[in-house]
């Protein structure tokens, strides 16, 4: 089973400023996702990559497949970005299963 | 909007009842995987259904079952509910060889 590790838990921010979120990995993938979970439940996949960079407007994501690590950035933090923010691998690593999630960095951005 | 809808938004139940979950998956998405999120945690991999049949499962006991059907539905079914099923629960769909997974709103699920 993958074990997916994020840091930090927790991180309260001030609008404007940028922002990494980190995650890591155990077993070797070939894609990984960043999602974002408001209260209430709901989560929307932000990003699934399998190499380099990604970007959707403010949002890049970074991967390092030898490293098994990725990192989620926010440029120009907003109040509207507070959420918290998960990433999630393949359960066995590959193949048709599953995610395993980390544990979410909740985040908060003050006006 | 993902095109997942779960069903019912909100549950209570009591200990040791049985419970049914619903998820309406995508058109097309052949693929559905449950999870469980206890509060303050990640989601739990509980099971994935391809083509109507368990495809892979994670550390769940046999109590948790699920069902899928040729029209893109799912349901999750837990029997004998104990207070610690009390959670969120998750799904989303996927078409077969693309990981890129399409997420419910969830179903809370209270076990009183």
């Known amino acids: 089973k993958n074990e997916v590790e994020q840091s930090p838990q927790n991180l309260t921010a001030q609008e404007g400023e940028f922002i990494t979120i980190n995650c890591s990995y155990s077993?070797?993938?070939?894609?990984l996702h960043w999602l974002q979970q408001h209260p209430g439940g709901g989560i929307v996949s932000l990003f699934m990559?399998?190499?380099g960079k990604k970007k959707h407007g403010r949002l890049i994501a970074t991967i390092n497949i030898q490293e098994k690590h990725s990192s989620l950035h926010i440029t120009a933090s907003h109040p509207r970005d507070s959420a918290v923010y998960i990433c999630?691998?393949?359960?066995?690593?590959?193949?048709?299963?599953?995610?395993?999630f980390g544990k979410g960095t909740h985040l908060i951005i003050q006006p | 909007e993902t095109g997942v809808t779960q069903s019912p938004t909100h549950l209570i139940k009591t200990r040791g009842q049985q419970v049914t979950l619903r998820c309406s998956s995508q058109?097309?998405?052949?693929?559905v995987s449950w999870y469980q999120q206890a509060l303050g945690q990640g989601p739990q991999f509980i099971f994935q259904?391809?083509?109507?049949?368990?495809?892979g499962r994670g550390n769940f006991p046999p109590r948790f079952s699920g069902l899928q059907f040729p029209n893109y539905s799912s349901e999750l079914n837990v029997n004998a509910l104990e207070l610690d099923d009390s959670a969120l629960y998750l799904c989303a769909s996927s078409w077969e060889g693309r990981q890129e997974a399409f997420f419910g709103q969830g179903t809370r699920l209270t076990v009183v």
């Open positions: 077993v070797g993938i070939s894609a």
């Open positions: 259904y391809y083509r109507e049949e368990e495809n």
């Open positions: 999630a691998a393949p359960y066995s690593g590959g193949g048709a299963d599953g995610l395993t």
């Open positions: 990559l399998s190499s």
């Open positions: 058109s097309g998405h052949n693929t």
